[in-house]
């Protein structure tokens, strides 16, 4: 039964939820984690600390004990993501956490978080980091003035001398705003990709500023060694749909289900997929090239203005699933009774059957000139199986032959792709690709550690060879990310912190630094017509523990993406 009490100030109400949401502990630092700062002696001050969802705003300020503010239905904080005038938080009681400078872990004699009259549950005290189970508290707001709840933590230590942490985190909840977008309250907004065009990035060398262009539309991953060619084309066509609530002219953006989109290609929650399959063709090496297939790994949110059409870190996190399938069709027959059948090619062509029939070599066609898109002798790799836009037929893969429709247009040679025409076998690995697109500018900059230089996402190494550490890892990064030598001292020989090789995305230098610049829709109109934004996003890439493809992408290493497409906000 929920226990209900009257708490917080200003008349607001806590409504604390007895029932646990998860049974299953929550690591220190494991992903998702928001730690609230506290105010106390720095000394003692990570005995005892507030974890929220991740997302939540929380202050950056470790004295006065400010409050973490959520606004009604701002999925980022509130879970319920509704306009009822109740913010939904979701806390657990932490000890012993790596985030304070200067305070030492120890065993706890007791840790008690309460809130509203009720205990968070508390982890084991042992002097390892660990965190209770989530516990939902509602605080309601009051008309026009914000609601809030106090949870007052309180750990001390179990031997001598005697440590003590006390806490004290308000949680607030303000009102929702009347929306004042042109054309009224949207309920969705939606970015669909197009081909990209220009330059949207550079990378800066320690004396030579933007010595390498980013392309717009261009995926960048690894260190400098990459051998696989870049960037990846991201395909046009790619719908992604947003849940919105509005306050003013701000918008929160949420996840959105198959059910409610209609389709797994346009949806936003985790397990929808996040564009058509995305071919990387390697020229050199036809038999490494793969083809991804991007799955959205968690739930998304995020911020907009429906005034300016700014967006602001869209939180859209991705598995990109790695299917190493070579050239798919090295030759094929275009048009005719067959398309799609295998051929002699160009070279020494065998008759493919029926009118206008032609076999063409690794089955390129004409993107420009007088016959854009007839068939044409031009060299492309097709790594994923292609939609063919004029039969509507997939060629290669399980799936060839049978009906589909074209995800993408017909950027080259290697598209159409579509998720009517999966590539053949199973992935050999599944790669993280954090993705938090702004339409600002976002720069990442490398720093240089003990046993490497031009560092940009470290990760525990054993220094005499080419392994990493697997998750999970001892201390404070059980994703054995790291940002000195020291967050390795507990890995055994995985004691230095590097990633595959030194820079980002080419040989040409070692890059300092990562710039992605993207561009604002502007105002819209719930209804109206879509406006042209760039979103970007410069990241880290984990290593997938499948050794030809780390080495070929040099992985663990940095990221880098511009999205060019086109934003609209729906009634």
């Not at 516990?135 to 809030?148: D, F, L, Q, Y």
């Not at 020989?493 to 610049?517: D, H, P, V, W």
Request: contains cysteine; aromatic residues 4%; glycine residues 12%.
């Amino acid at each position: 039964m929920d226990a209900r009490k009257r708490g917080g100030l200003n008349g607001g109400q806590a409504v604390t939820r007895g029932r646990l949401l998860a049974i299953t502990l929550w690591l220190a630092t494991s992903a998702g984690a928001e730690l609230v700062p506290g105010g106390g002696n720095t000394k003692n001050d990570c005995l005892v600390e507030l974890d929220v969802r991740s997302g939540t705003p929380v202050p950056s300020a470790t004295k006065g004990n400010p409050p973490v503010v959520c606004t009604d239905c701002d999925p980022r904080c509130d879970t319920g993501a509704l306009r009822d005038g109740i913010c939904r938080f979701q806390v657990a009681l932490c000890v012993n956490q790596g985030n304070v400078a200067g305070c030492t872990a120890t065993a706890l004699g007791h840790a008690v978080a309460k809130v509203a009259g009720t205990r968070l549950a508390a982890p084991a005290l042992d002097g390892s980091p660990a965190c209770g189970a989530v516990t939902e508290v509602a605080v309601k707001s009051k008309r026009a003035r914000p609601g809030k709840a106090v949870v007052s933590l309180r750990a001390s230590s179990k031997g001598k001398p005697r440590r003590l942490d006390k806490e004290r985190v308000v949680l607030q909840c303000k009102p929702a705003a009347p929306c004042s977008c042109a054309g009224g309250a949207p309920t969705k907004l939606s970015f669909t990709t197009d081909v990209g065009s220009g330059q949207c990035g550079h990378l800066d060398g320690d004396s030579a500023p933007a010595f390498f262009p980013l392309a717009c539309g261009g995926l960048y991953f690894g260190g400098g060694g990459v051998i696989v060619p870049l960037p990846a084309v991201v395909p046009d066509m790619g719908q992604e749909m947003f849940n919105t609530c509005c306050s003013g002219t701000s918008l929160f953006l949420g996840p959105t289900t198959e059910a409610a989109t209609g389709s797994k290609r346009t949806c936003s929650s985790a397990g929808c997929l996040f564009g058509p399959p995305l071919p990387l063709p390697n020229p050199a090496a036809p038999p490494i090239s793969t083809c991804l297939v991007n799955v959205v790994a968690k739930d998304a949110s995020g911020s907009a203005d429906c005034s300016t059409g700014v967006t602001d870190l869209v939180d859209l996190p991705l598995d990109s699933e790695v299917f190493l399938d070579g050239d798919l069709l090295p030759t094929r027959c275009v048009g005719g009774s067959t398309p799609g059948a295998p051929c002699g090619g160009c070279a020494s062509p065998t008759a493919c059957p029926g009118a206008g029939a032609q076999c063409t070599n690794d089955t390129g066609r004409c993107s420009g000139g007088a016959t854009p898109g007839a068939p044409c002798c031009y060299t492309f790799i097709q790594a994923c199986p292609v939609c063919d836009a004029g039969s509507r037929k997939c060629n290669g893969g399980p799936n060839n032959g049978l009906d589909c429709t074209p995800g993408d247009s017909l950027i080259n040679g290697g598209y159409p792709t579509s998720h009517d025409c999966p590539p053949p076998g199973t992935k050999i690995a599944s790669l993280p690709i954090a993705f938090a697109l702004t339409s600002g500018t976002t720069t990442r900059s490398s720093t240089d550690k003990a046993k490497q230089s031009h560092v940009f996402c470290g990760q525990c190494r054993d220094p005499l060879q080419t392994f990493f550490k697997s998750p999970p890892c001892n201390g404070s990064n059980p994703d054995c990310a790291c940002t000195s030598d020291d967050d390795c001292a507990d890995e055994g020989s995985f004691s230095s912190c590097q990633q595959r090789s030194a820079g980002a995305f080419t040989q040409i230098m070692m890059a300092r630094t990562i710039t992605e610049t993207g561009t604002p829709a502007g105002a819209v109109t719930t209804g109206g017509a879509p406006k042209a934004s760039t979103l970007v996003s410069v990241f880290c890439v984990p290593p997938s523990s499948v050794g030809s493809v780390d080495a070929l992408s040099s992985l663990p290493g940095p990221g880098a993406v511009a999205l060019q497409g086109k934003l609209a906000t729906l009634p």
